[in-house]
């Protein structure tokens, strides 16, 4: 089975300005969406960060974490300095890290700052959790994995074969 129910422990902070809250997404993988509301300013952004890091430290087999900043109203540099950090911790290498319902103004503080293509901002209603997923190949029938669209080779019998972005397969 692809998904673990069980990959984060239950993870909620409310501290000063700000809350946040984990939970378990995705039907077939393991995603974690990390919903904060409020203003991050510049004595929560230790907090925030922490409790992230804390999160994903304690969590095993994580594939994507989603950040939803709808509720973010302000993000001071600290903040950011905070989230940016959390990509480069090493626990986090191979997760793919989205951030969904990012308003004008947030987005105007990672540009500012320069971090705006550090980051990979997604529409939260074009979000689809198809990859990566496990297919059997047309030739041999036997199971591979692809982490996303792309040409690929079995790994057992090494026929090519195409998957597009809504996980089809064809010809190559």
Same mark, same amino acid.
């Given at each position: 089975?692809?998904?673990?129910?069980n990959i984060?422990?239950?993870?909620n902070l409310?501290?000063?300005?700000i809350?946040i809250?984990?939970e378990?997404?995705?039907?077939?993988?393991? +995603? $974690?969406?990390?919903?904060?509301? *409020?203003?991050? +300013?510049? !004595?929560?952004?230790?907090?925030?960060?922490q409790s992230?890091?804390?999160?994903?430290?304690?969590?095993? *087999?994580i594939?994507? !974490?989603?950040?939803? !900043?709808?509720?973010?109203?302000y993000?001071?540099?600290? *903040? $950011?300095?905070?989230?940016?950090?959390?990509?480069?911790?090493?626990e986090?290498k *191979?997760? +793919?890290?989205?951030?969904?319902?990012?308003?004008?103004?947030?987005?105007?503080?990672?540009?500012?700052l320069?971090?705006?293509? !550090?980051?990979k901002?997604?529409?939260?209603?074009?979000?689809?959790?198809?990859?990566?997923?496990?297919?059997?190949?047309?030739?041999?029938?036997?199971?591979?994995?692809?982490?996303? +669209?792309?040409?690929?080779?079995?790994v057992?019998?090494?026929?090519?074969?195409?998957?597009?972005?809504?996980g089809?397969?064809?010809?190559?």
């Amino acid at each position: 089975m692809l998904f673990n129910n069980n990959i984060i422990k239950d993870f909620n902070l409310a501290h000063e300005n700000i809350q946040i809250k984990a939970e378990e997404k995705g039907d077939n993988i393991n +995603e $974690v969406l990390i919903k904060i509301e *409020g203003d991050i +300013e510049t !004595l929560d952004s230790h907090t925030l960060g922490q409790s992230i890091i804390d999160t994903i430290k304690s969590s095993t *087999g994580i594939q994507r !974490l989603i950040f939803d !900043l709808s509720k973010v109203n302000y993000l001071c540099s600290s *903040g $950011v300095g905070a989230i940016i950090h959390i990509l480069t911790i090493p626990e986090c290498k *191979g997760i +793919e890290i989205f951030f969904i319902n990012i308003n004008d103004k947030l987005r105007s503080v990672f540009k500012v700052l320069g971090f705006a293509d !550090l980051i990979k901002v997604q529409d939260s209603n074009s979000f689809k959790t198809i990859f990566p997923f496990k297919l059997l190949c047309p030739d041999c029938q036997k199971e591979n994995t692809c982490p996303k +669209e792309g040409t690929y080779r079995c790994v057992h019998c090494n026929r090519s074969y195409i998957v597009d972005n809504k996980g089809r397969v064809s010809e190559s």
